[in-house]
């Protein structure tokens, strides 16, 4: 059918229901790719427009949301947002996004670009239910089963074993042996490319100062490795990535995406992320634009990634 159309995170964020894992999370600093890039790169390529949004006032649903945000919990939709309009809480006269119209199907995934300030983590802010300042609908799947990868994971002051575990506490995940519980964490952490952080680390019960002796790339790969844990066990159904590869290598960024099951919208600028998403939801000052990804700019993405 058709769709009508930057602080970093604190505390424990990522991999926690939606409902309380989202501060405020912007799209963070990445050095070596601008705001600009994925708009850059499709500025020679065609996109098919969906739908698009001018800041303005929002319509509004007659007798729905009309001086808030009204989120409802579905489990028979994956993501379906309805006249959202954001603003922030000391200034409703700045209009951050208007009259937003999307449907996410379960079987599509959404990538949100933008500069700076255009409202990107407001959207994923207001998804969770930790921004109630605007109007509109919200319709998405179960907010516990939603899953969040921040550029900044969060370490968890413990061993191994709970970080790979977290959010949830190991005696949640002890449906199965210890032993077969163990064997799955290594496993895991091979399939992150981490196969020698055990040894390294000296085994999934050594407790260590987490963000400090592993890199930002290690911990976004122990992050997503926590996803797999918890897809493993059935507990992720939509999965927020904000800038959740900014510090793997391109190559690693491709393996990851690949491991995911089910929906995801990703927060990110790498042209690169168009080759692994169906839609794309582009933010700017004059307001929103909804495209279909066309197979010529995934390809034309992967060329200009093969070229480094």
Same mark, same amino acid.
């Given at each position: 059918?058709?769709?009508?159309?930057?602080?970093?995170?604190?505390?424990?964020?990522?991999?926690?229901?939606?409902?309380?894992?989202?501060?405020?999370?912007?799209?963070?600093?990445?050095?070596?790719?601008?705001?600009?890039?994925?708009?850059?790169?499709?500025?020679?390529?065609?996109?098919?427009?969906?739908?698009?949004?001018?800041?303005?006032?929002?319509?509004?649903?007659?007798?729905?949301?009309?001086?808030?945000?009204?989120?409802?919990?579905?489990?028979?939709?994956? @993501?379906?947002?309805?006249?959202?309009?954001?603003? /922030?809480?000391?200034?409703?006269?700045?209009?951050?996004?208007?009259?937003?119209?999307?449907?996410?199907?379960?079987?599509?995934?959404?990538? =949100?670009?933008?500069?700076?300030?255009?409202?990107?983590?407001?959207?994923?802010?207001?998804?969770?239910?930790?921004?109630?300042?605007?109007?509109?609908?919200?319709?998405?799947?179960?907010?516990?089963?939603?899953?969040?990868? /921040?550029? &900044?994971?969060?370490?968890?002051?413990?061993?191994?074993?709970?970080?790979?575990?977290? /959010?949830?506490?190991?005696?949640?995940?002890?449906?199965?042996?210890?032993?077969?519980?163990?064997?799955? @964490?290594?496993?895991?952490?091979?399939?992150?490319?981490?196969?020698?952080?055990?040894?390294?680390?000296?085994?999934?019960?050594?407790?260590?100062?987490?963000?400090?002796?592993?890199?930002?790339?290690? &911990? &976004?790969?122990?992050?997503?490795?926590?996803?797999?844990?918890?897809?493993?066990?059935?507990?992720?159904?939509?999965?927020?990535?904000?800038?959740?590869?900014?510090?793997?290598?391109?190559?690693?960024?491709?393996?990851?995406?690949?491991?995911?099951?089910?929906?995801? =919208?990703?927060?990110?600028?790498?042209?690169?992320?168009? &080759?692994?998403?169906?839609?794309?939801?582009?933010?700017?000052?004059?307001?929103?634009?909804?495209?279909?990804?066309?197979?010529?700019?995934?390809?034309?993405?992967?060329?200009?990634?093969?070229?480094?």
């Amino acid at each position: 059918g058709k769709v009508n159309g930057k602080d970093k995170p604190e505390g424990p964020l990522d991999g926690t229901s939606l409902s309380t894992s989202i501060k405020a999370v912007d799209g963070g600093d990445d050095s070596k790719f601008k705001d600009e890039d994925i708009e850059e790169k499709l500025s020679v390529r065609s996109s098919s427009t969906m739908s698009t949004g001018v800041r303005s006032a929002a319509k509004g649903i007659p007798g729905v949301g009309a001086h808030h945000i009204v989120i409802v919990e579905d489990e028979s939709v994956s @993501l379906q947002v309805s006249h959202l309009t954001l603003y /922030p809480p000391d200034d409703p006269t700045r209009i951050l996004i208007s009259d937003l119209n999307l449907n996410l199907p379960k079987h599509l995934r959404l990538l =949100i670009v933008g500069p700076s300030g255009t409202g990107k983590s407001s959207l994923l802010r207001a998804l969770a239910g930790l921004w109630n300042s605007g109007s509109g609908l919200i319709r998405i799947n179960t907010l516990e089963k939603a899953f969040f990868l /921040p550029q &900044q994971p969060y370490t968890v002051i413990g061993d191994l074993f709970d970080n790979l575990c977290y /959010p949830r506490e190991r005696t949640e995940l002890m449906e199965i042996p210890i032993t077969d519980l163990e064997r799955l @964490l290594a496993s895991i952490l091979c399939e992150v490319n981490l196969p020698s952080l055990l040894e390294r680390m000296g085994g999934l019960y050594t407790v260590r100062n987490w963000k400090s002796v592993l890199s930002l790339g290690e &911990q &976004q790969r122990v992050a997503f490795a926590r996803l797999l844990v918890s897809q493993h066990f059935g507990y992720s159904k939509l999965v927020i990535l904000d800038e959740a590869t900014s510090s793997l290598d391109l190559a690693s960024e491709r393996y990851v995406y690949s491991l995911m099951q089910g929906n995801y =919208i990703s927060v990110g600028h790498r042209p690169s992320l168009l &080759q692994y998403h169906d839609l794309m939801l582009k933010l700017s000052d004059q307001g929103w634009s909804l495209l279909e990804i066309t197979d010529e700019q995934r390809e034309y993405a992967s060329r200009m990634e093969a070229m480094g």
